[in-house]
């Protein structure tokens, strides 16, 4: 009997650890996703077939690693240096609810590698896909747009500053309608 | 069975007299603080051995008294008191003997802690170390900003000229450990701390972090180059230029693929746009005899392996994979063994 419970009790327990999937690491990337992002398309028309999707970000928006590599990479590649950490400045903040060029990944992936008017520098290919990604996940974390599960608890820098895990979600749409939308300050 | 005894026993005789060659060894000192630290270590090792040999035979000897003992059970025990008397003296003199031994030990660690910590020059020659994950960042201050150089995993000093380095770490704890030069010092985010050495013979010497950082600790290794002072000041100088512009054609392809790719994210290449501070300088790179820190040896193939797929190299280290194409990877490295 009790040979019986230690045994459920280990089942249950490997079941768990089995379901740790947000934690998971892969270092080695597939080849096309370490290809340097290229421009994504923003026209509706396209000739003949539409272009090949791309890949799915939701796999980074689940993943803590994915994110908290995000969070180091936003440092890295200086983002902090215009949006400082999301409060804004040189660049528009983005712990807020306004979006002007959407809250969906690939937008926001659009504005990474494409780059925006009035001063969004352009990544292409200085960056690799699967980081611009992970930079999108860390992004949409800031206004709290993932689960709490997946977002950074803490930060490494001596900074005092809110978790992302901590932040409220922001809902676009809802609180700032299209017609109540104010004017960006530039 | 004997035989296996006196096999462990050589076997062990050949490790020690293994020690003292090695360019990774506290036993093989280049430098008068090592030298007190091999000492310390000696000393620590006889006292050891001495009392392990003593205890050894005492264990022994009640053994066989106590095999003795069986075979004479009918023979009457003696006076209780006598060996009561007997016993108490015996762990008398064992506890004085070893608040004593523990005494000298201790006023040995102190004297060598203190000499360890006590060399100092009004005109050391400073260095600055800087632990990343994983890697060391080494900068040669100087008060005109052109003449300071930044290097990467390797501390080129000259002989016999006092050392002090200033260190800290970029992200978590790291520790500086060139056994034959210095013991360890611990590399704490946002603390600096400055460790002094001397290095007294030419030499390349190895360390290696010492304090766990993370997945790849243990590819996280540098090396102290000892050379002569003049030998040292010509390095130092070569140093302080800026990278040559390149001269043959596949060279100026390849720093134009370095300056348009996702390399200059990451690296600074002096004298050219890349500016980025977070991966090693790489504006002598050709001048360096390995690469991730001691990983790998600086040759063109391995380079190539490196930045193609590093992390089938070093798994979970920060440098992404680079899918270029064959001609600009081989221009690439072109460039990069340009940089002397």
């Known amino acids: ?186 | 069975m004997r035989n296996a005894y006196w096999s462990l026993a050589g076997a062990l005789l050949l490790i020690l007299t293994a020690c003292g060659h090695g360019n990774q060894d506290a036993l093989n000192v280049a430098g008068i603080q090592a030298q007190r630290i091999e000492r310390l270590w000696w000393l620590l090792f006889w006292v050891s051995l001495v009392i392990f040999v003593v205890v050894m035979a005492f264990l022994g000897g009640s053994f066989s008294r106590a095999h003795g003992a069986e075979l004479l059970a009918e023979r009457p025990a003696p006076e209780e008191e006598a060996s009561e008397r007997g016993l108490r003296s015996g762990v008398l003199i064992a506890v004085a003997l070893t608040v004593l031994i523990l005494f000298v030990l201790l006023v040995a660690g102190i004297s060598a802690g203190k000499a360890l910590g006590s060399l100092q020059s009004n005109n050391p020659i400073t260095v600055e170390v800087i632990g990343h994950q994983w890697w060391w960042e080494i900068h040669y201050p100087d008060p005109v900003p052109g003449n300071i150089v930044i290097t990467a995993n390797e501390i080129h000093v000259p002989v016999g000229t006092p050392i002090v380095l200033n260190s800290t770490s970029q992200d978590v704890i790291h520790s500086f450990w060139a056994p034959n030069i210095q013991g360890k010092r611990d590399l704490i985010p946002g603390h600096n701390t400055a460790i002094w050495f001397q290095v007294d013979r030419e030499g390349v010497y190895r360390g290696q972090c010492a304090e766990f950082c993370g997945h790849q600790h243990a590819h996280m290794a540098f090396l102290v180059i000892a050379e002569l002072p003049a030998k040292f000041q010509q390095w130092l100088q070569h140093q302080r230029n800026s990278a040559a512009p390149p001269m043959e054609s596949a060279a100026k392809r390849g720093q134009e693929v370095f300056l348009s790719s996702t390399c200059v994210m990451c690296h600074t290449i002096r004298g050219t746009s890349a500016g980025s501070k977070n991966g090693p300088d790489l504006t002598h790179i050709a001048s360096r005899g390995t690469i991730a820190a001691g990983t790998i040896p600086n040759t063109p193939g391995y380079l190539a392996g490196w930045i193609a797929d590093s992390q089938h190299i070093k798994p979970g280290n920060h440098m992404p994979p680079n899918t270029l194409p064959s001609d600009d990877l081989q221009a690439l490295l072109a460039y990069l063994e340009g940089l002397q």
């Not at chain 1, 650890?17 to 923003?42: H, I, K, L, W, Y």
């Not at chain 1, 960056?127 to 992970?134: A, D, F, G, K, S």
């Open chain 1, 1 to 186: 009997m009790r040979l019986a419970q230690m045994l459920s009790l280990i089942s249950v327990l490997s079941l768990i650890t089995a379901g740790c999937q947000r934690e998971r690491r892969d270092f080695v990337q597939a080849p096309d996703m370490s290809n340097a992002a290229q421009a994504t398309s923003v026209s509706e028309l396209h000739p003949a077939n539409l272009p090949a999707p791309k890949p799915v970000s939701s796999t980074y928006s689940e993943s803590a690693y994915d994110v908290n590599e995000g969070k180091r990479l936003f440092d890295w590649y200086n983002c902090s240096g215009c949006h400082f950490h999301g409060g804004g400045g040189i660049g528009p903040p983005l712990m807020d609810a306004e979006w002007l060029y959407g809250d969906a990944p690939q937008n926001i992936y659009a504005s990474i590698v494409e780059g925006r008017p009035n001063g969004m520098p352009s990544f292409a290919g200085k960056i690799p896909e699967y980081q611009v990604w992970q930079l999108v996940a860390y992004v949409r974390s800031m206004s709290g747009q993932l689960p709490k599960d997946v977002s950074p608890g803490r930060g490494d820098s001596m900074m005092a500053k809110q978790p992302e895990s901590s932040i409220p979600t922001e809902h676009p749409s809802k609180e700032h309608p299209a017609d109540l939308k104010p004017e960006h300050p530039r």
